[in-house]
């Protein structure tokens, strides 16, 4: 018997491969989606079928390249949708896996035509349940994404998912969603890597409710969501095209580079530290680990997108851009930035200051001008509290709010760790802010400092 | 936060590492422990604490290895034995893992000392429990081990320690125990890789009894014991030597391999086919997957072992027979069967036959001689019928039954699948019984070829 | 600097990729081509020129797809042939390689328009030149190609390319051509992964000659040619198809591969004596490492290939047989001969012997009655000598001279090792042919029981 | 047949194994040994004999380690130097190899006992020398490690070993050297992976001699020697630690790390930006490419060594420290500099400025006071020439040479690319000096710049 999970780091996004006999089924399949085939081969299965939990919007659904390198086929959730290929999933329906049943449980609610899937053992038993975005660890899925009109009518539609078709499931069952910790698709998805519907039932804070009005009034609110999430949801209807049709990125002189970079954008995904001290002019900061959770935020996809980087394997990158749908990944800066510079090019710097050299400065005369930009989400904030006079505006924001950053006074960034305000401080600069500064550890720091936070 | 599960294929042990913070506990690790440390650096965090559930019996912990590389300190259960390193684990016994919290809860029944470890999230609340051999999928540890006299004693203890301390904890939690479908240290553990104490109190067919009088008749029966369990006991105990220590299997030419085999034993890890055509005189056949749950049933610890393979890879064999302490594996042979006959050497071989061979020969005049030797256990009997005549022997009591295997009639050897048989065919022709054929598919192919099964 | 060898093991091809600066030059790409970018990308390098020797005929050139990948510009030797892409080569060319320099020679003979490479170092000394299929260690491009009409036109062509152009770039200069010893492209390469024109002018054989006409003599000889040859050519004039529009291989049912094999050809890859117990009736055996040499000479390029190996690992066979242009394979049989058997299926079986078997054998009353078949090429017979009264079929010569062999007498089959001998005795097999024996450790095995050789 | 190079990155150092048959030779392999027996394994072979070329300086011979493994027997040249283990090679020793044969060929020279090693191939013809430290592409071993009282004597007698005893071999022969361009054994080795003999008889700028004296004179210099050469030469008499005895290094919370680090080195492998950015003060910066180069100028022996990195994997920067002797790796920082800064602690920085930035600033009225440092070494500056005014010290004399940088006035520091410089300010900073700047790009950001240049 064949069951494992298939983490895509960064999106925080889990699927699934359950296989028996000679048979295997893959759940909400990635793009990039060899993985699913190797471990079906390794114990001797073919993937006949591949299920979606809904037609998902924060990443590229690997079911069509997988079904064309396996003939599998493909059954969506939310089939009131137009796609261009596949087949409608009904409540009710089942799939036999070898000694194993899956059974379709329709539970919409995040969106009009959720579902998730009950595996029974081979006796029949209820075992574990694929629960896509409905269900989380510590969280449910967002009800938004029909818009806030209609967020509590989704809201009532969870409601009864949860408390009538998945909680009767038994407690003892197995809850395999669609997303941990870190995802974009809930508000605060608990750290808890497997769960079950016990847990769920007795420790999800959104499930401790007296009845279906508090249930809603608790759900029926408006999240962030990041700009990308309009063209997953395009591909994952149209059908992204294949990732063997896309031209390898490619490894560029620093002098096409420069050349490439007055068209396409440059993204740096080295650490705040290397960023800082030394980039292409222009050049939007990401390292490396947050590309998957900020990439869908800031970069475009009608560009051409040039990488540096410190390293020579540019798979990592591509993978994960890709998984969002970047495909136009031209390439990467031969040689990182010690070539960019001995190829005589200018770059950019931007100032880093540690918590006891900030404070020094805010003692001497600059505390008046001093303006403290905090680019941290509300959650972080309300959990860890804040710096007095601090003005928060979120990370994700700050393309639209970014004419509330002065130019002409010393502004002082700070995150959790130093990474996102870097990414923020290339934002600014991008935008043409001269005097910034990032404070390197953000607020854990500026907490392990001592330093007063109001909570 | 980090949790993962290790397995080891074959012996189906499983092993688990928690972390959070900077810091992390292992499980029951097994002796080839680099994977823990990988897993913990890969995450920034140390190992700091080894926990064991038990004096364990069918391979050896990795305690004493994993501690010496990293400076963890090791926690026994059955601490009332002679450990000659680490510390012994109390009941109620607490570890902190960054924000989460481990605690020893006393389930003796397996062992007198057996623990289980409670791991609660950050929140405090019960989330996973690792149940070592005292609870497993579908089954639970094995009360024999102290002997049959004490059976109904150790059965009663495990009552309680299930009924009284873990099911308490609550249908939710997850249960992680030690082992996996195929394992020596329960009848017949399920093939469920992941269970909830939920699943279990409800399918758990050991649990569904009325009362401690049913479950102690129940569960106080003997099972097969592997003789090399009594080599584990005291390894595990006194420590095995660390495998830096070893020197490293040999690549050895036909002519040094034949010479070494006078003293040694060939064992032959192809699969039943190509051993069956030609094999070094006097080899015992273990298939490569067939190794960890057979090898300590048939190989000795005294003698040098020597290797026939189809492969220029030794890592993979040299693993798993370490992992049940067979440190003097010499090597194997250079270039395999093909070099040992282009050397000129007499090889051995055992007949092989398919079911319809066999029926053809049946309907002649053999059939008054022939005796069927079928090699499965009793529970495989049960649950896939017999042939009819057929002699049952399990594999594992061959060595000492083998005198019931008439020398002077046609033998067909039938198991599952025809490897075991293959096992028992090496196991006879090195006792000199020459006229036996085994019967390729096993009684899967008997049964496909419809011919009469007796259940 | 970049400078590295890439073999294809099996057919014995080797590449090559020259680098300097940011940009990197592969000669004779194979198809597989991943490995040169990633070489390159490892240096910082990009792939800006691919050069062919010649029109290969004994595998896919790699060209289109690697050009396809990085945006390379390709050049063909044998200019003249009228290829679907990529520009044509003449003597003289030069491509600058960062500091280094690259020079087109005119070396035909092997083809009309081969073509040699000579790499300059940094200072523009002469360093090693790329020979393709004109100069070998130890022998020269075969001249029979153009038919045995214009083989002495072609030697002579040769002699002038050797002796005038390759040879005076100096002693010193390391030579490395586009095969090494076991590739069908010549005679008799020799084991000497690296050389130099020194060397090869001292040691050659084909080189120890008094002039031109003594030259042609020795040359002007026809050698076998794998029917393989004329696909290879015509694919690699009209460009193959990319390797990502191919379906993958697939994992395939014991019910589903039988239907499947009526139409298809069953290919197996396991050794001489798994095949020999039992096989899928029909199968074609090729060991796995034999793959490269001999699929091309037995395999038709019309039918689906089904495999039947012992690994759930398809992509070592599948990465060879898409070298040779073999783009119709369907998949493997799932769980191998053994799922195969407890499907109820049907299996055939070849007996083998080893030579003292066959000693005693002939010994008794058969010897009158045997026909021994010795598949072994010329050149091995001279080297080894021969059984008397051995009747020798070079294995690529079977399929039409199957006839010679006796359909009514024991047939004892001999090549080197029993490996051939077994492909040879599936060929006669699927023929009808049913009373044969292969003899395990072949002529080597003869040889080291001291029996009788007659050289 | 096996040949193969394997090449330890960094350290320039080449080794060998070749093999026939059963058995294997390895020549002068590295301490991390592992990859010998893997090549050897994959062909069925087994390693026998272990011959060094003489006792090395520059890293660990893996002889003991490789022996302890295999059971090898170890040959030592140099062997009148008192050995702890091993025997000597003396002039003209033969060892069989399968088909091949080795012979030992005194040539003397660069240590007074070096050894070379003719292989030749099957038919006995002279096909490759491994040359050891006697001759490399474009360069010869230094002589000067007897002291410079003995250097012509050396001179002399490494005068007759290259043209008595290795060029007569003839120019086809292959010469394979124990060192790449980067040594430290050589002025300057060229960058050419392959050669022969031919081509350093004719292009070696230190063979283009008159006769004996004018070699001697161009010999007889006196090179740079790092201080770890002498703890190599007593670890390669004595024999090292067996690696199997050795800790793992460790993951290490900040705190910890800052409290080790009161005793221990940091050792920070980071770009030079990142490293000027912010790291941990006191530390030592090495980028990890550069670690096998500049680790044993700086690293001492006697004590703990703490590395910030950026990765989660220290088994690189483990590997190549050991190869060099340095085994008290205690190990690394968990998380990196984010950790660090997070639990609030301080960290240095180094100023870097581009060469448009330094300019500027020297256009302005700092020109008179600044005071240029340049760390490449004569060769560099004597082929790119240097800037008017800079002051020139090699970065390995800069402990020693200190105080001639002033600590009131600010400092310039210039290499080729900016890494060393920045390796240089960690050194002085070390020191207590204050006001320096890196320049990025170095001289060839200069240079790309069109600044002026004194050849």
Redesign the interface.
Known sequence: ?L?ERVESEGLAHYSYIVGDG?EAVVIDPRRDCEVY?RM???????IATILETHRNEDYIIGSLELA????AEVFHADGHLDYRYGDAVEDGMRWKVGRLEIEAISTPGHTLGSMSYLLR???G?P??VFTGDALFAGDLGRVDFMGMDRAEEMAGLLYESIFDRLLPL?????ACPAHGAGSACAASI??????????????NPKLQVGGVEEFVEKMAVELEMPPYFREMERLNLAGAP?L??L??P????PEEFEESAEDGLVLDT?????F???HVPGALNIWLAGVPSFAGWFLPYDRDILLVD?T???SIATRRLRRIGYDRLAGHL???????????K??D?IA?A???DLCARLDSEEKENAWILDVRGDDEVKRSGRITGAHQIHITKLPERIREVPRNRPVYIFC????RSMVAASILRREGLEEMTVI???L??W???KCPVVK
């Open positions: 018997m069951f000679n085939r079906a081969e390794r114990e001797g299965m073919g064309a390198r396996t003939g053992d081979a006796r038993d075992w574990i038994g407690d003892g069952v197995i608990a750290d808890r890597k497997w769960t079950t519907l016990g847990i769920e039932r007795k420790r294949h063997a049709t031209p390898d490619a490894t560029i002189s080295r650490t705040e530290l290397a800082g001290a030394a410190e020579s394997d540019l031969a040689g990182g930035m010690v070539a960019w510079h001995m190829a005589g200018k770059s710097s880093t540690t918590v006891p959790g760790s130093g990474l390197l550890g953000g854990a720091a907490s392990s400092a």
